[in-house]
C-alpha cells in the first residue's frame, strides 16, 4: 500500500428530492452499507503493512508503516521515518505511546487519518460513520473526477455539519472532497479495503 498524492476535480451538483423519512433511511442505508464493506476493524485480525511516502517542506520523505490488528483490546501500531519513529499498543482500556518527539508532525496524524486508524481518532473513521449524535439532513447528486456520486449531508446536536459521498456503482464510500483518492480495492477476509490511497493538500502532493 502506498500513500500518494491525488487531484480532486469537482463537476456540477444536482439535488435530490424526496420527503424527509425517506431521505434519513436512503441516507443511513447508504453509509451503512459502505461501511459493512470497507471496515476492515470489525474484523476478529489482521496485518497491515504500506511503505507511505510524504511532503517535507517540499521535499519527499519515505517511511513505513505497520498496524497489527486482533481486536480492538489488542493491537500495535508503528510508523518510522527518518528523524521520527511511533509506536502505539492498544490493550483493555489502556493505550501505550512512544514517540520519538513530544508533538504529533502534521504530517503524521494526516497519514493516520487517511489509514482510518489511530487511537485519538477512534477506530474506524476511514469509513466515516454515523454517531450517535448526527442526524442525516439530505442527500444530492454530485458528479467528482467524473463519476456521479451520492453526497449524504449529516447534522450533529451542536449543529455541525459535513457530507458522507457513497459511488454507487461501488457501493463504497468517495473520499475524494477530502483530498483522498482511494485505489485499487481488494478483499481481506470479508471486508475490502484500497491498496493505494493519495492525498493532495495545499498543492503538495504526498506519494
Not at 476535480?9 to 442505508?29: I, M, P, Q
Not at 483493555?92 to 508532525?105: E, I
Amino acid at each position: 500500500m502506498r500513500i500518494a498524492s491525488f487531484v480532486l476535480l469537482v463537476g456540477l451538483t444536482v439535488s435530490a428530492h424526496a420527503n424527509n423519512s425517506d431521505v434519513v433511511a436512503k441516507g443511513e442505508a447508504l453509509i451503512q452499507q459502505a461501511q459493512d464493506k470497507t471496515n476492515i476493524f470489525a474484523l476478529p485480525s489482521f496485518r497491515m503493512d504500506a511503505t507511505v511516502r510524504i511532503d517535507n517542506f517540499g521535499k519527499p520523505l519515505d517511511g513505513i508503516y505497520s498496524l497489527l490488528w486482533n481486536g480492538p483490546d489488542r493491537w500495535r501500531q508503528e510508523i518510522t521515518f527518518p528523524g521520527y519513529s511511533e509506536v502505539q499498543v492498544g490493550g483493555k482500556g489502556v493505550v501505550f505511546l512512544k514517540r520519538s518527539v513530544d508533538v504529533l508532525p502534521y504530517r503524521i496524524s494526516q497519514l493516520e487519518r487517511a489509514l482510518g486508524f489511530a487511537s485519538n481518532f477512534g477506530v474506524g473513521r476511514f469509513n466515516q460513520s454515523l454517531v450517535k449524535d448526527e442526524t442525516v439532513k439530505s442527500i444530492r447528486q454530485e458528479k467528482l473526477a467524473g463519476q456521479v456520486v451520492q453526497c449524504i449531508k449529516i447534522v450533529s446536536l451542536d449543529k455541525n455539519t459535513r457530507e458522507v459521498c457513497v459511488d454507487p456503482s461501488t457501493g463504497l464510500i468517495s473520499r475524494q472532497k477530502e483530498g483522498y483518492a482511494d485505489a485499487e480495492f481488494a478483499p481481506i477476509g470479508s471486508k475490502v479495503f484500497p491498496r493505494s490511497i493519495s492525498l493532495s493538500t495545499d498543492g503538495k502532493r504526498m506519494s
